[in-house]
């Protein structure tokens, strides 16, 4: 089945560091991608639409100059963390969704999450 | 914009017995609905889904759920639960054609104890 591929699973770093995690569809091509934010016990947020070769639209707080999201290829979105902190640690999810689903409506598969920590 | 509730925020079962998470949702128009799971440490599952069609869906690991569209609710349900079900269930609701993202519920954790 339809597979996406998140890395990394889990990244470990200094305040101060920009952290880039990559969302790859890849038996699929995506125009459309999704990241959310998962606080420990909390549910998935979205944080913004990533289109294909057009800039993405950020849900209402989140930063867009913190949180840079590049969608270069149909089956790649980035979403880079700049000049991260403490209170960034979070999980990170990307959905992809599939246009090719059937009877109208576009599945969109989820990405294993990215785990990262801010020192 | 839609939005989901979850009402239960942590339920704790003993094996065998039965269960039932409820699931409400806000939203004017035609909804796709979804019920995902999440095992500790690991990513989100999805459990079952509901687009049209008939209401009471089936899913993966004996579990099912109900659309009533009346109620605006699609509760999520198994007659007897496992030691290994123990983990978090998020209900999730888009729009019918699929092309918005997913809004989710806080999730209700679930631990079944021997």
């Known amino acids: 089945g339809a597979v996406v591929s998140q890395h990394p699973s889990w990244v470990i770093c200094k305040s101060g560091t920009s952290v880039k995690i990559e969302c790859r569809s890849l038996d699929f091509q995506a125009t459309t991608m999704f990241w959310y934010r998962q606080f420990p016990k909390q549910s998935l947020m979205l944080m913004a639409t990533?289109?294909?070769?057009?800039?993405?639209?950020?849900e209402q707080g989140v930063e867009k100059d913190k949180f840079l999201i590049n969608h270069a290829s149909l089956t790649l979105s980035t979403l880079t963390v700049t000049s991260a902190h403490p209170e960034d640690s979070s999980f990170y999810i990307c959905s992809a969704r599939d246009p090719t689903g059937t009877g109208g409506h576009q599945p969109q598969h989820f990405g294993d999450g990215t785990r990262l920590s801010i020192l | 914009a839609q939005s989901v509730s979850q009402h239960n925020h942590h339920v704790i079962l003993s094996e065998a017995a039965s269960l039932e998470l409820g699931c409400n949702y806000s939203?004017?128009?035609?909804?796709?609905l979804f019920w995902y799971v999440q095992y500790p440490g690991q990513h989100l599952q999805l459990l079952l889904k509901y687009f049209s069609g008939d209401p009471l869906v089936k899913g993966i690991k004996g579990f099912e759920a109900e659309f009533i569209k009346s109620k605006f609710s699609f509760n999520l349900r198994k007659p007897s639960v496992q030691w290994s079900d123990t983990a978090e269930y998020f209900c999730?609701?888009?729009?019918?054609?699929?092309?918005?993202?997913?809004?989710f519920g806080k999730g209700t954790r679930l631990s079944v104890i021997a």
């Open positions: 990533s289109n294909e070769g057009s800039k993405a639209t950020y």
């Open positions: 999730a609701v888009n729009t019918h054609s699929g092309n918005t993202p997913l809004v």
């Open positions: 939203y004017g128009g035609t909804v796709n």
